[in-house]
């Protein structure tokens, strides 16, 4: 008799992980989200190698005679601002804020979005009306435009930008939720669940969260590259963080003004931009297609009827 | 039919109204001196208690929000600080400008997103279905601000450089006063609206229509020997357009409210271009006008978002 080699049980988790694990474009998203924060936690280490602080002025040398910024080189590895700071530095310093504020608003925002999106669809009645008609109503306003209007009588502030951010993007989080909740919540073990004395808190935490866990894990990756955007937006219209801490948006406001003689403005802060964003779009996707396998089985029966 | 019309346009009302209330409530209730603000910061207690007269600042909270809304009910948006224009003139005399960019820029990125969309999903992980996959991805995750920024540095100053002078940069020209000029004024401003938006609708269409595929009536359909031409367009196609529909009228409301980073970009004297300068002037008025004109203008697409939808679902009528 052959011994049989035991199986190993793999769980939903374990299988995400292994499928993502295939997917190339997701693992070179994951290693340039990796990169990212490790140059931002490393970030003191970029100004003191080169010597020059985020918002440290180098009039003299970062300037030429005329008042023009200096182009990339010896001193200045990425080139100079107008200001005569240093590209590279406030590049660094920049993925902090992007980094910070976009995880930090996509935190909240599920978190937000996952309470009151559960709880309308668990306690149903008045409340589920109630609170339905309120993310109606945060998904039908024009968020950009109340967001300045909003950080424009707050005084913008990073603080405020998390905050201004977080509320224009729970609502969609919410109504998804409440969704997939109202389809469990008559499942049988629901039910037995409640048949067995367990209370509210309980099913919610125990029966339901861990269901609902994958939908929202999908939709905090991808409002992460959103909210960063978001903030980026902000920054740049200059009602987001506000100078001098270097922020990849407001160094994109500051390019407008020196786009014809110094193109470094613009490239190197707009291609950390464009790389994050992307980065974490890919790997949302991904993650997406992970735990969704319907997608799957869809993407297969398209293709077989359309042969 | 006519009863959803009625409800859903109750409800618009309701939410612009919240719209409104919160502005005046963040704006006139919350602890900072308007008439501080207006004045200026060398004016004499004399001048800022009349302006604050002037104003009706001195009266209780109630009265002032129900003069507010007595105003915004007869369409009356106020005076700038500034400019002393009244803030409907601003919108009339700016809202031409934001509508051509609006307009122009969805029949771009609706034809483009949808056809995109349609021709990858109806050949699944085919080289083609991955290059269009790509390409929406890359333009979906870049910010409008840096697109618009890119394509004025290469399609404006390069080809300037090139001693090509294709696009103009920054300005507007009326339509009225040469059709063509408009249009070349626009197009760079088109195609960041039309790139950004595009992608978004392209992985919108996509999806959804791989999701209509997977339905057993498509099988049906095609089991009845209907062309595969007509099973995309007239069956898969027409019941992945809802959330289509739904994000179209939610863009083009926002849009028509001011593109603001588009504006600010190519330096369109648009309502978007407006607001963000208002703020920078403290310019209350004009700021809480354009935010609730276009809040309105939301709302109003959202209502003719329900009623496509009762056109395209005939379920829904009976309701």
């Keep these: ?307 | 039919m006519i009863g959803l019309v009625l409800r859903r346009a109750g409800g618009g009302a309701l939410v612009v109204w919240l719209v409104a209330s919160a502005v005046f409530v963040c704006y006139f209730a919350v602890p900072h001196d308007v008439a501080r603000l207006i004045a200026g910061k060398q004016a004499s207690e004399r001048t800022v208690a009349a302006v604050r007269a002037r104003l009706e600042l001195d009266r209780p909270v109630a009265v002032q929000y129900l003069h507010f809304m007595g105003r915004l009910a007869r369409g009356d948006l106020g005076v700038s600080f500034v400019t002393q224009d009244s803030v409907r003139a601003v919108i009339v005399r700016d809202l031409p400008v934001t509508a051509s960019l609006a307009l122009g820029a969805a029949a771009l990125w609706l034809s483009a997103g949808l056809l995109a969309g349609v021709v990858a999903a109806t050949r699944p992980r085919s080289r083609l279905d991955r290059a269009i996959t790509t390409v929406a991805l890359f333009f979906y995750s870049m910010p409008p601000f840096l697109l618009g920024q890119l394509l004025l540095f290469f399609c404006f100053y390069r080809l300037y450089l090139a001693g090509v002078e294709l696009f103009p940069p920054g300005s507007y020209v009326p339509l009225t006063e040469s059709p063509l000029q408009w249009a070349r004024f626009l197009a760079l401003p088109w195609l960041t609206i039309a790139l950004a938006n595009g992608a978004t609708y392209a992985r919108l269409t996509r999806s959804a229509m791989l999701d209509a595929f997977g339905e057993d009536y498509i099988r049906t359909a095609r089991s009845k020997g209907i062309s595969e031409r007509r099973v995309v367009l007239r069956h898969a196609l027409r019941s992945s357009l809802a959330p289509i529909v739904t994000q179209f009228g939610i863009d083009l409301g926002t849009l028509l409210g001011g593109a603001i980073v588009t504006e600010v970009v190519f330096g369109l004297p648009g309502l978007g271009r407006e607001v963000v300068q208002a703020i920078t002037r403290q310019d209350l008025p004009v700021i809480i006008g354009v935010t609730i004109f276009g809040s309105a203008l939301v709302v109003t697409a959202n209502v003719a978002v329900d009623l496509c939808y009762a056109l395209l679902d005939p379920r829904l009528r009976r309701r």
């Design chain 1, 1 to 307: 008799m052959t011994p049989v080699a035991p199986i190993r049980p793999r769980g939903p988790w374990r299988l995400a992980s292994e499928r993502i694990g295939r997917d190339r474009a997701a693992i070179a998203a994951i290693a340039t989200i990796l990169l990212a924060a490790l140059v931002a936690v490393a970030a003191p280490l970029f100004a003191a190698l080169t010597g020059h602080g985020p918002a440290e002025q180098f009039i003299e040398t970062g300037l030429s005679s005329n008042g023009i910024p200096v182009g990339p080189g010896h001193e200045f590895w990425l080139g100079c601002d107008g200001l005569g700071r240093d590209v590279l530095v406030r590049v660094v310093y920049g993925a902090r804020i992007s980094l910070l504020v976009g995880v930090l608003a996509s935190l909240l925002a599920v978190v937000c979005g996952a309470v009151v999106g559960v709880s309308a669809a668990w306690y149903g009645g008045t409340l589920d009306a109630l609170l339905s008609r309120l993310m109606d109503a945060v998904l039908s306003l024009p968020y950009l435009l109340l967001a300045l209007a909003l950080a424009a009588l707050v005084g913008p502030s990073t603080g405020i930008s998390v905050v201004v951010i977080a509320f224009f993007n729970w609502a969609a989080v919410g109504r998804v939720l409440r969704g997939e909740v109202l389809a469990i919540r008559e499942r049988e073990y629901v039910q037995a669940a409640r048949a067995l004395g367990a209370g509210h808190a309980r099913i919610m935490f125990v029966e339901i969260l861990p269901v609902v866990a994958p939908t929202a894990i999908v939709y905090a990756t991808l409002l992460i590259p959103s909210s960063i955007g978001f903030e980026a937006t902000l920054s740049f219209l200059g009602l987001g963080v506000p100078p001098p801490t270097p922020s990849w948006g407001n160094m994109l406001a500051d390019a407008m003004a020196y786009y014809k003689v110094a193109w470094w403005l613009l490239l190197f802060p707009g291609a950390a931009l464009l790389a994050i964003t992307l980065a974490f779009n890919v790997l949302g996707d991904s993650v997406r297609d992970v735990f969704d396998p319907r997608f799957e089985r869809s993407v297969a029966r398209a293709r077989g009827g359309a042969a």
